[in-house]
């Protein structure tokens, strides 16, 4: 069964850093691209950032400079490096994996990132 079980996130001051990391499971993880989405209340979920199978990344103009991701395929995980962050940012974080430029179907939990003083 396909799963992906996201962590790291928590509360964070304005300007600090967090690394979200993200492990799938029940899936070749290695031969799919792979983005982090971010969902904020009130707010469609978006992707902010992916990366390819291998190791090309794409990045939405928003986190562009401040995130980065990358991915270890010996441990089915995918990580975001978040830096310089800000209240905009705040916002439940998933990953997924991509077929045919479109996520699969099932969803992680998710983990709240919370910026604020």
């Known amino acids: 069964q396909r799963q992906f079980v996201e962590s790291g996130g928590d509360l964070v001051q304005p300007g600090g850093s967090l690394r979200l990391s993200c492990v799938a499971s029940?899936?070749?993880?290695?031969?799919?691209?792979v983005g982090w989405y971010r969902e904020a209340p009130g707010k469609q979920r978006e992707l902010v950032a992916d990366?390819?199978?291998?190791?090309?990344?794409n990045y939405a103009d928003s986190v562009k400079g401040r995130f980065t991701i990358s991915r270890e395929n010996a441990k089915n995980t995918v990580y975001l490096q978040m830096n310089s962050l800000k209240a905009e940012d705040t916002a439940v974080y998933y990953c997924?994996?991509?077929?045919?430029?479109?996520?699969?179907?099932?969803w992680g939990q998710g983990t709240q990132v919370t910026v604020s003083s």
């Open positions: 029940g899936i070749i993880f290695s031969i799919y691209p």
């Open positions: 990366i390819t199978s291998r190791g090309i990344t």
């Open positions: 997924n994996c991509h077929r045919d430029g479109r996520p699969f179907p099932s």
